[in-house]
């Protein structure tokens, strides 16, 4: 049974990955009245299973992907200094030897074919540090350090390579807590304004007298009808089944849906930076420190036919990547070093390229004004979220003349006020503050937190006052913040998105966390799907 309408609102966001919560901070921070809708958790498709970095694109060069890559190179910097606690700059390796060569076509390929028929299927040297220099440039790189060569014989970044392997290029980009960035994008639209609704799946919309009618479902079944000035999709890999099922319109355009897979093995090596490997087949990957004893080993592109099937990385894909890493490592990966996977479904733009490696990951923004406004978002990247979301707010801006202007570049997210280079000086303070606390579970709770960290730790005097330990260091202090102010509801949301702690702990502990927050939900009076 429908409750009673609500007030008239000015934007309703579909979607709680990346771009909607970004689109629903920056929304709520212009001054317009904002509700977002997300069918699961916030970050539970797209948004939690990417590669985790900030970068400008280097192999989108190949694709004359100029403006995209430069957008990119140029957000770097600005999210970096808006969110030094999730976000930290690395270094990444890039081995190279002048017998490699590669099978995939891309444009430059197919130009240098033309051009120097000699060097068909190889990246020559000069090209790699072409493309490295314009990364450098692109994007008036300020913080981060620039390429350098590198010989390998003698050093740890030479060691776990192949001996054949001499020489390499190395050149910055940045890590980003992916699930993380979600969240807090979320929790700042909150604080200024809007209202965020998990677990609640938009179950149709229709034009009505100048406005969009929204009906709502939420937890238990209940329903509730929003009425709204606009509605932006960001449905992500859902964002045509939103446009033809949901609001029961035509579209010629849609998405291309590819998805990408990760393993994540023990530790190979034993240093602190990434490795950018070329395939014999055109593609990269990339070899990242994670989580201090893992490595992450990604992507794949593989097409995906159903944004309802659950993408899991296939026996295929883990094979391919760890004869790709075979390649270069002295040491072959093997399956039995994997002790995690995980997949994310690309909602690219459908472009019509001919593979899914060669699709483009630009967003494209496409406006429908046939009565109350739909902006439908395609495609897109993590790093250009925020870029993205500005871009969304212009193409509106007409039917919103009391909203402020761009207000985003620069402003830190919760947690994130401090300076990029003051991590260790805060992971000391905390330490002080709570000398019980091992240097590891300090620098963590900072990584995650940032400046809350604190408030977290609230008034402890001792480890006991932190409440239940459910094993690799997270406290019963940690998962009420994360229930109380971050949204989550079940264990899988504070380990394997919030925190990636599900990689340290057992079933068991997984479970008994479970347990705890439905048990806590349940005294509280919050809803459990």
């Known amino acids: 049974m429908e409750q009673a309408e609500s007030d008239i609102i000015d934007l309703f966001v579909i979607g709680g990955g990346i771009n909607g919560c970004g689109i629903a901070r920056d929304a709520a921070g212009r001054g317009l009245s904002v509700m977002l809708a997300e069918m699961n958790d916030l970050a539970s498709a797209t948004s939690s299973a990417s590669t985790k970095l900030f970068h400008g694109g280097l192999r989108y060069l190949e694709y004359f992907e100029i403006r995209l890559v430069r957008e990119a190179l140029i957000e770097r910097e600005t999210l970096l200094c808006a969110m030094p606690h999730i976000s930290w700059p690395m270094r990444f390796v ?314 985003t570049a620069g402003v830190a997210l919760p947690g994130g006020d401090f300076a990029v280079d003051g991590f260790e000086a805060l992971v000391e303070s905390l330490r002080q503050g709570y000398p019980f606390l091992a240097p590891g579970h300090a620098r963590r709770l900072v990584r995650a937190y940032g400046t809350e960290a604190a408030k977290i730790m609230g008034a402890a005097k001792s480890a006991a006052d932190l409440g239940r330990d459910f094993g690799a260091t997270l406290t019963e202090a940690e998962v009420r913040w994360q229930m109380r102010h971050e949204y989550a509801r079940e264990a899988a949301d504070v380990v394997w998105r919030r925190t990636r702690l599900g990689l340290k702990m057992t079933r068991a502990q997984i479970a008994a966390l479970d347990d705890w927050m439905l048990a806590d939900a349940r005294q509280t009076g919050r809803a459990r799907a």
């Open 94 to 407: 890039l081995p190279y030897h002048r017998d490699m060569r590669f099978e995939g076509e891309t444009p430059t390929s197919r130009i240098l074919s033309v051009v120097m028929p000699w060097m068909k299927g190889r990246r020559p040297a000069w090209l790699i540090r072409l493309g490295l220099f314009l990364y450098d440039h692109l994007g008036g790189r300020k913080i981060l350090p620039g390429t350098a060569t590198l010989d390998l014989r003698g050093v740890p970044e030479g060691a776990p390579l192949k001996d054949k392997f001499t020489h390499a290029f190395e050149y910055s980009d940045c890590w980003i807590e992916d699930s993380r960035l979600v969240v807090l994008n979320a929790r700042d639209a909150a604080a200024r304004g809007a209202v965020i609704r998990t677990r609640t799946r938009v179950v149709g919309a229709e034009r009505e007298e100048g406005l969009w009618r929204v009906t709502i479902e939420g937890e238990g079944g209940a329903r509730e009808v929003v009425r709204a000035r606009a509605i932006v999709n960001a449905g992500g890999p859902w964002v045509s089944d939103i446009i033809t099922g949901t609001l029961r319109l035509n579209s010629t355009e849609g998405v291309r849906l590819v998805r990408g897979s990760h393993i994540v093995t023990r530790r190979l090596y034993d240093h602190d930076k990434c490795y950018f490997f070329q395939g014999e087949d055109g593609r990269i990957i990339f070899a990242i420190p994670y989580e201090g004893d893992f490595i992450l080993i990604g992507t794949t592109d593989a097409e995906h036919d159903d944004p309802d099937r659950r993408p899991e990385c296939t026996p295929e894909e883990a094979a391919y990547l760890c004869r790709f890493a075979s390649d270069y490592f002295k040491r072959p990966v093997t399956e039995a070093d994997i002790v995690w996977s995980y997949s994310g479904v690309r909602p690219l733009y459908d472009d019509g390229a001919k593979s899914a490696t060669a699709a483009t990951r630009d967003y494209v923004l496409s406006l429908d004004e046939a009565g109350a406004p739909l902006l439908n978002v395609f495609g897109g990247k993590i790093t250009t979220y925020r870029r993205l979301a500005e871009s969304a707010l212009a193409r509106l801006a007409p039917h919103f003349p009391q909203a402020s202007g761009e207000w």
